[in-house]
Structure formats: C-alpha cells, structure tokens
C-alpha cells in the first residue's frame, strides 16, 4: 500500500514538472482584434504580435495569414519600425487571394518577451464573415526556430472579421439630422 501511494505521489511530481516545463516553452503569435464587425468598404487594421515569455529564445520564422477573399481584400504589411528585427528575418509576404504568405521575422541575438511585429491592412469587400487564422510558412521563410535551432512549435490565437450592413438606426438618425438641417434652414428663410 505504502509503495502504491508513493508511486501515485511521484507520478503527480512528475506530471506537474512536464506540464509546467511545456509552460516555459510556449510561444504564441497573436492576431488583434480577436473581433471585429465592420462595413463594407471600411478599411481593416489587424495587429500581428508575439508573446515569447516563456523562456524561450526565438531565432525566427515565418507566418501565414488565410481568409476569406471574397470577404476581405489584401492591401498591405507594415513591419512594427520600434521592434529590433534583422533585416535579414524581414520581407514582403506574397499576396495569394486568400492567404498572405510568409510574414517573417526574427532576431541573430534571439527574441523574447512581448512585442508587436507588424499591421496588417485589409479592405472589406463584401457582406460575410472570416475568421483570420495562421500557421507556420513553409516556404520561403520557414517555420519559427530558437537560439539553439530547435523547432518553435507556436500557439497561434487568431482573429475573425465580420462584414456587416451599417445599422438602419444610422440610416434613421442621418435622415433625422438631415429633416432638422432643412426644417432650421425653411425657418431661417421665413424671417
């Protein structure tokens, strides 16, 4: 009995060691907004950051971005000027309809913390939804590595878009404010 409870004792040991050492190995690349409901024609601003906390040192890699593009439309990448990226890691992703291939970054000394890579730009083109989701680029630029050129297995938390109808309320409000305008501007001529 005394080797059984040992035994149970040990095995709880070791499974919260296994578990928190896969917590110091996290690494997670987010999307935010995690959501937004926009109007057709708005212009869609996503932030792509990371969050290396967890002891890990990151070498570099790359990202993919997928969506829906009969909802969404691709504009443009913009790199964060303020994170410490070599120029080497960098480049501009291709364009694919549908998938924006290859965001890269990384770091010869390693990057770790928090930070924010880089906003992507996209135009709303149609009524719909799409979620923004993301997984390691194969190719060019590869998937994510550490200082020690071991493979980076990354926790991506991605985002979704809605496209929506302006309001009706915005419609009637607007129709409201115009009725005042010509009511104000009828009764200003009367005087």
């Known amino acids: 009995m005394f080797n059984m409870k040992k ?12 578990g ?10 987010s999307l935010s907004p995690g959501h937004q409901d926009v109007a057709p024609g708005s212009a869609v601003s996503v932030v792509l950051g990371f969050d290396f906390t967890g002891g890990t040192s990151v070498l570099g890699g790359g990202v993919d971005v997928f969506y829906n593009s009969s909802v969404l439309d691709f504009v443009s990448f913009t790199y964060n000027p303020a994170l410490a990226i070599d120029p080497d890691f960098s480049r501009v992703p291709d364009d694919m309809s549908g998938e924006v291939n290859g965001i890269s970054f990384g770091n010869f000394g390693g990057l770790s913390g928090t930070g924010v890579v880089g906003t992507l730009q996209f135009k709303a083109l149609a009524l719909g939804e799409t979620p923004l989701t993301m997984a390691d680029n194969n190719s060019p ?13 990354m926790n991506y938390q991605n985002a979704h878009v809605n496209v929506v109808p302006i309001p009706a309320a915005v419609w009637l409000f607007g129709s409201g404010l115009a009725g005042l305008g010509l009511f104000r501007t009828r009764r200003r001529a009367r005087s």
């Open 20 to 29: 928190f050492g896969s917590l110091a190995e996290a690494a997670t690349i």
């Open 7 to 18: 035994t149970v004792v040990v095995s709880a040991i070791v499974a919260t060691l296994v």
């Open 141 to 153: 630029a590869g998937p994510f590595f550490d200082v020690a050129a071991k493979q980076v297995t």
